[in-house]
């Protein structure tokens, strides 16, 4: 089945297109051109609208944008790494769906034990600093995971994702207080949405983009290093995903079959590298993002509220 086969069965999808096509095709071209022309006049609208869908007037508080605009970017690198680290403990480290379940009990123990301290930390330190530390945290954890190996990597990925699933857990925690807080009483409801939103659209783009950029990596790696003598049937089903590379090798005689998995192993590895630095990249630019605008929030509050304590910052 060949290229265009599959995305019109798939569903068309820019990002995902350009990273199949190894190329920014026309067609994606003009998708992303449409899609950011749509959202422009949408949020036009928005504006001019007495009870719009999206308030977009609550972005004028820093402390709503920097709330929002950490929930959405922790998701994006969260959502992101996530896709990755089921493939690699079952695909390239060989363990069964049970013991990679039990492997990642260590993340969801860090998430947990930080979302309850979350509340000790904000009266202690104050949002600002909570959101720019956790997002520092699962930034190390992203590019730790980054240095992941093909071999003997089990360890170095549950303690590099328990540091994200720690660093991350507090800010998703906090987002939504802060944002309802931030917002005027009336307008509460809608700013409580726009956090949910925006941290569904940030898992959403964090599988779209994170996804893509591993996807065009280990396609790129695959096409390189595959056997000139495999049908290009085989070839196209063996640079889709490890998985169905894995799948196609059970069908090659022994020699060639190892050959081809530790390509596409190796290959997905590399890919899973680039984009946990990407995803490393988004958190370091939140580690600083936030912060400021919290505290640049907090201070007009304090200017127009002396009497605000540091549970409001």
Do not use: W
């Not at 005689?253 to 890919?271: K, Q």
């Amino acid at each position: 089945m060949g290229q265009s086969q599959r995305v019109h069965h798939s569903g068309f999808s820019p990002i995902k297109t350009t990273a199949e096509e190894l190329a920014l095709t026309p067609a994606a071209a003009i998708g992303l051109v449409v899609g950011v022309i749509a959202g422009t006049m949408f949020l036009i609208r928005q504006r001019r609208l007495q009870s719009p869908l999206v308030d977009v007037g609550l972005f004028a508080n820093p402390r709503f944008s920097g709330a929002v605009l950490g929930a959405g970017l922790a998701m994006f690198s969260l959502v992101g790494v996530m896709f990755y680290s089921a493939q690699y403990l079952q695909l390239v480290a060989g363990l069964s769906p049970l013991v990679a379940a039990v492997a990642m009990l260590p993340i969801m123990i860090a998430v947990g034990g930080m979302s309850v301290l979350a509340s000790v930390l904000v009266p202690r330190f104050g949002y600002p600093i909570v959101f720019g530390a956790g997002a520092a945290v699962a930034a190390a954890g992203m590019f730790a995971f980054s240095r992941v190996p093909v071999d003997d990597g089990l360890i170095v990925a549950i303690i590099a994702s328990a540091f994200i699933g720690a660093g991350i857990a507090p800010m998703m925690t906090l987002a939504t207080d802060v944002v309802v807080g931030a917002a005027p009483p009336n307008r509460s409801g809608a700013a409580s949405a726009l956090s949910e939103t925006a941290a569904e659209l940030g898992a959403a783009l964090g599988i779209a983009v994170l996804g893509s950029i591993g996807t065009a990596l280990y396609r790129s790696r695959v096409l390189d290093g595959i056997p000139a003598e495999l049908p290009p049937e085989a070839t196209e089903v063996v640079s889709s995903s490890l998985g169905a590379a894995i799948s196609a090798a059970e069908q090659l005689p022994s020699e060639a079959a190892t050959h081809l998995t530790d390509l596409a192993r190796h290959a997905f590895t590399a890919g899973l590298g680039a984009a946990t630095i990407a995803g490393g990249l988004v958190l370091v630019a939140t580690a600083i993002a936030c912060p400021l605008l919290l505290h640049r929030g907090s201070a007009l509050a304090d200017s127009a509220n002396p009497a605000t304590d540091i549970e409001e910052r």
